[in-house]
């Protein structure tokens, strides 16, 4: 039991991580004056590119999920809910070490 509850209290450290990573990425790379753009917009694109570590299968669903607390750091940094996301992604080659690279348009 005390083992469960130290792997959900890492996992819960590493989601609020990589939320955090996210939200400090998206003001570095975003300008104040787009950011009220985008925040301006109904609807916003998220497209995410994933570029897997390796030619191993992977189901698209869960890569897709893996980058949740992401796209939430994204909005959080936006000023928006990520609900206004329309998300779309692709799979592309292989890159040591993987990548991912979301990017946000109206």
Do not use: C, Y
Request: hydrophobic content about 40%; proline content about 3%.
């Amino acid at each position: 039991k005390l083992a469960q509850m130290r792997a959900a209290e890492l996992a819960a450290r590493a989601t609020k991580k990589a939320r955090h990573d996210a939200w400090l990425a998206t003001l570095a790379a975003v300008s104040k004056p787009r950011r009220a753009e985008l925040r301006a917009a109904a609807q916003l694109r998220a497209q995410v590119r994933f570029f897997p570590p390796d030619n191993r299968n992977r189901d698209e669903d869960g890569m897709v999920s893996s980058v949740k607390s992401q796209l939430d750091g994204i909005a959080d940094a936006l000023g928006v809910n990520d609900g206004r996301f329309r998300l779309s992604h692709e799979v592309e080659g292989v890159t040591k070490g993987g990548r991912v690279i979301v990017e946000i348009s109206e």
